[in-house]
T-cell receptor, first 115, second 112 residues
């Protein structure tokens, strides 16, 4: 299993500002995933972050809005830029289990409310 | 890309009854089908999974079945308990780079 710490756990932000979410894993992992979970909705993949290369973004998500850093094999950040109320969501960091089992482990999530 | 449909979106059962949640997928390349449970305010956690070379898997009160031909899989919970109340997500992936596509989720309420 993997232990994932995310911060902040929650925040209230003003429209037009940006917020960076941090994700720390207790072991080295090749890929880290960032998901968005809007209120009462499913989990939508924003991007996959690989160490040493640009993140791969899913359709509907762009780097200017959600820049990602991956400076080493245990850490990543996701920034939500120029926020609007529509960005109010839970953002979850995730990694795949070791050995290619397919299981995903999630952080506790960062609940952002944009006013 | 993969598309996963899940139903029902909400489900209420009496304690002790069974609950069934159904999902369909579109990509025949998908070969791994996990189920995640998300309790209120908590992170999603894997409860059971099945691979495409297996038709059924059971773990105590929960079981999952897979029909590859029809591209559908189901979660069965027997003898439901109040602590089973949560949102359940089905998912599918080809396991390649582990991009996982989730269903919309089913909110299960077990009534004591």
């Amino acid at each position: 299993s993997a232990v994932i710490s995310q911060k902040p756990s929650r925040d209230i932000c003003q429209r037009g500002t940006s917020l960076t979410i941090q994700c720390q894993v207790d072991s080295q992992v090749t890929m880290m995933f960032w998901y968005r979970q809007q209120p009462g909705q499913s989990l939508t993949l924003i991007a996959t972050a690989n160490q040493g290369s640009e993140a791969t973004y899913e359709s509907g998500f762009v780097i200017d809005k959600f820049p990602i850093s991956r400076p080493n094999l245990t850490f990543s950040t996701l920034t939500v830029s120029n926020m609007s109320p529509e960005d109010s969501s839970i953002y979850l960091c995730s990694v795949a289990g070791a050995g290619g089992t397919g299981e995903l482990f999630f952080g506790e999530g960062s609940r952002l409310t944009v006013l | 890309g993969e598309n996963v449909e899940q139903h029902p979106s909400t489900l209420s059962v009496q304690e002790g009854d069974s609950a069934v949640i159904k999902c369909t997928y579109s990509d025949s390349a998908s070969n791994y089908f996990p189920w995640y449970k998300q309790e209120l305010g908590k992170r999603p956690q894997l409860i059971i999974d099945i691979r495409s070379n297996v038709g059924e898997k059971k773990d105590q009160r929960i079981a999952v079945t897979l029909n590859k031909t029809a591209k559908h899989f189901s979660l069965h919970i027997t003898e439901t308990q109040p602590e089973d109340s949560a949102v359940y997500f089905c998912a599918a992936t080809d396991g390649g780079y582990q991009k996982v596509t989730f269903g919309i989720g089913t909110k299960l309420q077990v009534i004591p």
